[in-house]
């Protein structure tokens, strides 16, 4: 379970929307739910925050009497009867009654080095939901995994950690393609190749080789396409024999699957779409009783308005599909595993699939239709991953880009770009290894997490291996050059934690600090709207403004020492933690 949610202290809007509450309340108290509208300011020689009220406040008050004479007067009102607040340290009003609050750099300081005591987990945001299934990554048995599969794994688990971080209970579900028509053919073809039933893994091989193998040799002869349409029956008829074949042919599966989720540090738990069998005739006896499924063309399916082909949940020959298994998956998932939230990760190619089948939940009452209730269903769409050709991303050698080599390639290039900087002689080999790891790692998740994710991308290893521009390579440094600050002070920052005094004075300190405490926001916004890039441009961001303020004020050796180590400390907590999120391992030295 989930730890609770009360220690936290909510995002700095939501601190903000505290005290606007508070005079909104005095200000309107006929209107009994008003929520505070906080948004960041606009422009910034406003203040940092401001409140938008007034104007819709005016419009429901309006003629019914009410003391005001216009926006504006109701803006000064709210300004007026706001609390005392460490918090802000001036306001004013702009236009029809915006109130704009510029914060107290004392109170920003002061919620920073809180947090350097109390620890960054005290900024987790708040989210409305306890548990959360991420079904997310979900190759296919015996099929690659494919640059797809890799982009699933990357967004899906980065969601699943920022949901993580603001302590939703997250099941992450690896719904894995481990049932199905493809099956039959390969019992068959295993049979073929291994009479005696001595299978073992080194036999099969590589198993997309023997997958590509059977395929041909299904599609030529009619007998063996024979035997393989009856081996799918005798295997959904749960007969031994059978069933064994395929439960070794996923085993070797899942071991390719677990290699590439090791390297790229990715924990999933499988629960593939052979589990939900069981729970397919008892869900759709379900949505028939509630008059959705309809007889067409000897198959039974669901219609949705707007859609011109229905929602397939019978095929003609009477076998189950993808779509039944999803709707058996949705209801396990709402009924047994009581999820409130559900997400979806694959390519945007499959969004008419997860609209139906939603749609389908909806009209059997199993998901409200008011989309910002819960239980609720997403689906996180992403796009392809291009060449440099602007085509579907693929190597010379193969059809299909293996994830592994990807991996490999980037390591090998980030070792070689630290050994051509001298780290060979000066680090152990241990530490070379783990750095060109990191990096060449991180630089490949961090190129795919930093689009908006419904957009193609192109890889390119040139340009994320590139130390300069918004890469992981140039994040990851910027966090090692921190760290190197602070060792080089000869300062135990854990006696300055206690002991110093985080004072931001200066204008570049000021902002630096500001974004730092904004980090809370950028988390929920970027689980709220399930956009990891929101959080990558933070970081970036972050990068930026801590370049600003170093390149201008000095920090070892100054009069401010204390106060700006302690500020270069934050800089590196809060990046550390956007690097968890985003499942790259940060790097101390380079
Ligand atoms: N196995 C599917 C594929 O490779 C993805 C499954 C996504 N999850 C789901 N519940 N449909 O395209």
Redesign the pocket.
Known sequence: MAATNEDNIGSLKEQIAKVFEVSLKVTVPEELDVVPLIAACAKKEFGDYQCNNAMSLWSKIKGKGTQFKGPQPVGQAIMKNLPTSDMIESCSIAGPGFVNVKLSKQWIAKSIQKMLTDGIDTWAPKLPVKRAIV?FS???IAKEMHV??LR?TIIGDTLARMLEYSKVDVLRRN???DWGTQFGMLIEFLFEKFPSGEVNDQAIGDLEVFYKASKQRFDSDVEFKKRAQKAVVSLQGGEEKYRKAWAQICEISRKGFEKVYQRLGVHLEEKG?SFYNPYILKTLDLLREKGLIEESEGAQVIFIEGKKTPLIVVKRDGGFN?AS??LA?LWYRLNVEKAEWII????VG?RE??EMFFTAGKRAGWLPSDESKYPKTSHVGFGLVLGDDGKRFRTRSTEVVKLVDLLDEAKTRCKAALVERGKAAEWTPEELEHTAEAVGYGAVKYADLKNNRSTNYTFNFDQMLNDKGNTAVYLLYAHARICSIIRKSGKDIDDLKKEGELILEKDEERKLGLHLLQFAEVVEEACTNLLPNVLCEYLYDLSEKFTSFYSQWQVIGSAEETSRLLLCEATAVVMRKCFHLLGITPVYKI
């Open positions: 079904d979900s190759p296919n797809g599969h699933s719904h894995v393609g779409e993808y298994t999803d998956a979806y990760l694959t390519d499959q699939h997860f």
